[in-house]
């Protein structure tokens, strides 16, 4: 069941699809409406999502399952729902994509903090346990726990996927640039430490997603190089949003995107995609340089 | 006595809460916040002092840390643990009036949002400031900030949002504030968020960290 593994193995470097939070909202999603939910309501609107980065080149297609814990969907009383909102978003993807890309279940994070003691370790094993199997009963062929920034959730996480699933697990988490140059997590995590406690937890693949952009990606990129022996995985921002004419917009276009992923490659990125604000252009472009890069090996 | 007030402004800066707590490893087994808040007052400090040369002080450091990010989320956390176990001792004095409280802020995140790791940040290094804070929780409407600012009369409202598209949200309820409440400053923060954005939508202050908001209103607390 190392669908992905096999994959990259042949492949050498794969394109990850881009923004769903994004998509979504520019396909109607209200703030304060349930994202999720909309695998239940609208299944034929998400569907156009994997559908569209599959067609513009994505090898790797997420789900719209970010926020599908205990934690964010009790917000909207759907906590008895964790199974079928976590299958079905499986299953759309994997009918979007029609068999041209290899299904990520995404695992977001629970949005509470441990040491708060608002939850505690186990009730967050259950929920992630929960989410976890019901995303590999839908099909996925890997799970994605994305834009974490603890490590001790993050462990929590990827063991409840390890016990309840035969996936393979990629571990991503968010940075921001400190005054002094370096990048840490919210929690003040630096990519040496989370190499050196996460990968312990038994993942694939480690790496970065949302954050500041692009280019950034490639500082990150070069840390966790220096620790980690494992296949290295970007999903950046198209930049940060700035408020145009009453609208959001990110800076960072498809062809400026291009111009960096040579250098996500060299140091050291094999799995390339986007996050926030990133469209099915952005993954068309970089999957245009990639094919270029992998021509050329 | 100058020493026990700046060893209980260290215990909350490093998070030391009590004798028992094992955090931090160098200062196991040393009385914490809890211990020397208690002995302060029972030698005779008055709890105003405490309050502001020991409680106030150990939080605005790590408030300043915190905003040249050599202090983290977990490190405000467990400094908020400290201060508020020692609290305990000092409430009294409040209730009895002793001692007064800097003002009452109100703070919640925006309509559409449901993220709060911020708002609390900030909401524990105001109310570690000394201030009052009535936190109205996430997802909050207009209405509700409005309603809440009615009944609870106080001197700040405080609007967070991490969202791109829930900030979009904050010039509405700035609008309904201040429609109500023309003279409520009304302060902003979030990830995404600019000086700009909130200029645009008529917002008072936008703070790029907790310690900043914090400086603004015992600024207009100054001035009024």
Not at chain 1, 83 to 99: C, H, R
Not at chain 1, 196 to 216: L, P, Q, R
Request: glycine share 10%.
């Amino acid at each position: 069941m190392n669908r992905l593994s096999e994959l990259l193995g042949i492949k050498k470097l794969l394109v990850c699809d881009g923004a769903w939070g994004t998509m979504l909202q520019n396909k109607g999603l209200k703030p304060g409406e349930c994202p999720e939910l909309l695998n239940l309501t609208y299944p034929k609107l998400v569907k156009e999502i994997p559908e569209a980065y599959s067609k513009a080149g994505a090898e790797l297609v997420k789900t719209n399952s970010f926020g599908g814990n205990k934690y964010r969907l009790s917000h909207y009383s759907l906590e008895r729902k964790i199974f079928e909102i976590n299958k079905t978003a499986a299953e759309i993807s994997k009918d979007g994509v029609k068999d041209k890309a290899l299904i990520l279940g995404s695992i977001g994070p629970s949005g509470v903090i441990l040491m708060m003691g608002d939850t505690s370790e186990e009730e967050m094993y259950e929920t992630y346990s929960i989410q976890a199997s019901a995303l590999e009963a839908g099909g996925a062929d890997a799970l994605l726990i994305e834009t974490f920034s603890d490590i001790q959730e993050a462990i929590i996480a990827i063991k409840a996927a390890k016990d309840n699933t035969n996936l393979e697990i990629i571990s991503t988490f968010t940075f921001e640039k400190t005054i002094d140059g370096d990048f840490k997590t919210m929690m003040g995590y630096t990519p040496t430490q989370i190499c050196e406690e996460v990968e312990k937890a038994g993942i694939g693949y480690i790496g970065t997603n949302c954050g500041n952009g692009f280019e950034a990606m490639a500082y990150i990129i070069k840390e966790f190089k220096e620790k980690s022996e494992l296949p290295l995985v970007v999903n950046a921002n198209a930049g940060l949003p700035t408020i145009r004419d009453k609208g959001i917009y990110y800076p960072e276009t498809p062809e400026y995107v291009s111009s960096i992923i040579s250098k996500l490659v060299e140091a050291g990125a094999s799995i390339i995609g986007g996050c926030c604000g990133t469209t099915p252009q952005h993954i068309n472009e970089i999957r245009r340089v990639i094919d270029i890069m992998r021509s050329k090996c | 006595m100058e020493n026990i007030l700046e060893k209980i402004a260290l215990c909350v800066e490093r998070g030391k809460v009590n004798k028992a707590s094992l955090f931090p490893a160098d200062l196991k087994g040393e009385e914490g916040a809890d211990e020397l808040t208690l002995k302060a007052i029972n030698s005779g400090i008055h709890p105003s002092e405490i309050l502001n040369a020991g409680l106030i002080e150990g939080m605005r450091r790590i408030g300043e840390k915190f905003r040249l990010n050599k202090a983290f989320v977990p490190d405000v956390l467990i400094s908020a643990k400290a201060m508020n176990t020692a609290m305990i001792h000092i409430k009294p004095f409040f209730l009895s009036n002793e001692i007064k409280s800097k003002g009452k802020v109100l703070i919640g995140t925006v309509m559409g949002d449901l993220h709060d790791i911020g708002k609390n940040i900030v909401g524990m290094i105001i109310r570690g400031g000394g201030w009052e804070v009535i936190d109205v929780g996430v997802d909050v409407t207009p209405k509700k900030f409005v309603e809440t600012a009615r009944t609870e009369k106080p001197d700040a409202i405080c609007l967070s949002a991490l969202l791109t598209t829930t900030m979009l949200n904050m010039e509405n309820i700035v609008t309904e504030i201040k429609g109500v409440f023309p003279k409520m400053p009304v302060l902003v923060g979030g990830a995404p968020l600019t000086m700009e954005y909130a200029k645009s939508i008529n917002a008072d202050f936008y703070s790029p960290d907790p310690q900043k908001a914090l400086d603004f209103l015992n600024n207009i607390k100054h001035t009024k």
